[in-house]
RNA sequence: GGAGGGGUCGCAUAGUGGUCUAGUGCGGGCGCCUGCUAAGCGCUUUCCCUGGGUAACUGGGGACGAGGGUUCGAAUCCCUCCCCCUCCGCCA
């Protein structure tokens, strides 16, 4: 949520963001009630003064007192009203991108800032992961349709300890080496959480939900995490924070219908660690930078060659104001797949979850700033390490840092 | 799921219709005192919204788990919901 204060005093910046972005809000709108509803603030506030003077008199006053508080009672329903709107349009109001976020349409103006590796050359003609993992009976895709229909797979015998494998790889990695500490959140979290995050209202579509419960499935760890420290004043000594958590991941993926049907690459479950830093405004710009780095260690030790992209404006998700993609090379179905999203949010996810910290002992408690990014989404990590060490056999060699994870050396 | 008890300013507590403008203790901050430290003494210490002022500053309103209601007036009375504790039931 941007600070309406922003949207008051710099109406043309907010909506040149947007513009970039290409996306559209209301904005005339939220500078039409903000106004209104301070002038009836004002209005209230004189007649709760007048009643608190008069109710001094008791007895004698009552009749006032009796007009008082229809009066009052009116307005306030009013103030609740312009208060519910106001809210509703705030929220789907997106960040606004830095100054340094190239300004683009969409995915095809994204900016390569650097790679690492070679995207590998096989002497022989590379298989995709679908037909590597049916071959070697480690990815069922029938029996994952019988069970829960498109879009589900199932992992067995080595698919699925190698997936297990990259699961407790990654978290050793930032536990034991980047400093992060972890986290197992719930999988299914309240409402007000998806507003915290930035999910809710806008993208309920792609979220499954029980509606007995009012339970929302997560999509990200990234979700939880947000909320971990919501409605609460942290202390500067605290910060910075850096968590990770491995979940499982749930999307409809209404929007993407018809896209990436094939393998393994986009299904409606999938397992993910995450990264999430609360941390200081001012070191946030470092932190996006560090949180990239981290990422990217993963892949590194795998010895997968990336690229990182700099999402320009019409990329950029609802509440970054910078983000890096990482994609790494997969030569089986012969592209850059995206394993990781590293984003800078600013203080948009904190002031929806109400998340503060106080500089000094007794200040005013500030807005902190979040980041957030894969280290690493699964599928796709397995796609890559499956596709990239493939052998004219159809065997795949394990990576060395997992081998003693996996217990094998070769899945064949 | 059933029965009972409870949710007050970081923590612990007081407060059962108007003197609560939410008290007290601990903790935190600033200062005094002091070979050093501790103790002691004094002052201070919740958050949000909003008005005036370039500003320093200053006026007003709201919040006692959440939301409604009763009343001239609600932390206090009533209703609904949430959470915690104890016991029972069920369960990995």
């Given at each position: 949520m941007l600070d309406i204060k922003l949207i008051r005093e710099n109406p043309d910046l907010v909506k040149n963001a947007i513009e970039n972005r290409h996306d559209s809000a209301p904005i005339d709108e939220v500078l039409r009630l903000d106004a209104e509803r301070r002038r009836n603030i004002v209005k209230l506030d004189a007649l709760?003064?007048?009643?608190?003077?008069?109710?001094?008199?008791?007895e004698k006053a009552q009749e006032r007192g009796r007009a008082l508080r229809t009066e009052i009672q009116t307005l306030e329903e009013e103030v609740n009203k312009i208060d519910r709107q106001l809210e509703e349009l705030l929220l789907q109001i997106p960040n606004i991108p830095q100054p340094d976020v190239?300004?683009?349409?969409?995915?095809?103006?994204?900016?390569?800032?650097?790679?690492?590796?070679e995207p590998k050359k096989l002497d022989f003609s590379p298989l995709p992961h679908w037909t590597l993992g049916e071959?070697?009976?480690?990815?069922?895709?029938?029996?994952g349709v019988k069970l829960s229909g498109s879009r589900f797979y199932i992992l067995k015998g080595m698919g699925a300890r190698l997936q297990r494998a990259l699961i407790t790889f990654f978290l050793d990695l930032h536990t034991r080496e980047h400093g992060y500490s972890e986290i197992y959140p719930p999988y299914m979290v309240k409402r007000e959480?998806?507003?915290?995050a930035g999910q809710l209202p806008k993208f309920a579509e792609n979220i499954y939900h029980d509606a007995e419960e009012d339970y929302w499935f997560v999509g990200t760890a990234e979700i939880p995490l947000t909320n971990l420290h919501r409605d609460e004043i942290l202390t500067a000594e605290e910060l910075p924070l850096y968590y990770c958590a491995y979940t499982a991941c749930f999307r409809r993926e209404k929007m993407s219908a018809g896209k990436d049907t094939r393998g393994i690459k986009r299904g409606h479950q999938f397992d993910k660690v995450e990264l999430y830093k609360f941390v200081m405004p001012e070191t946030s710009n470092d932190e996006l930078e560090k949180l990239t780095r981290d990422a990217e260690d993963v892949c590194q030790k795998l010895g997968l060659a990336y690229r990182i992209r700099k999402l320009c404006t019409g990329d950029l998700g609802f509440t970054s104001i910078k983000s890096y993609?990482?994609?790494?090379?997969?030569?089986?179905c012969g592209e850059w797949l995206e394993v990781s999203s590293c984003s800078n949010c600013g203080d948009f996810q904190a002031r929806r979850a109400n998340v503060r910290y106080r500089p000094e002992p007794n200040a005013k408690p500030q807005f902190v700033h979040t980041l957030n990014g894969s280290g690493l989404a699964l599928p796709r990590i397995m796609i890559a390490v499956m596709e990239n060490n493939q052998q004219a056999d159809g065997s795949i060699n394990v990576p060395e840092v997992l081998q003693s994870y996996v217990g094998a050396k070769v899945i064949k």
């Open positions: 709760r003064q007048e009643r608190k003077v008069i109710s001094k008199e008791r190239p300004i683009g349409k969409d995915d095809s103006e994204n900016v390569t800032v650097r790679t690492w590796g071959n070697l009976k480690i990815i069922d895709f029938e029996r959480c998806m507003v915290g993609d990482i994609d790494v090379w997969a030569p089986g």
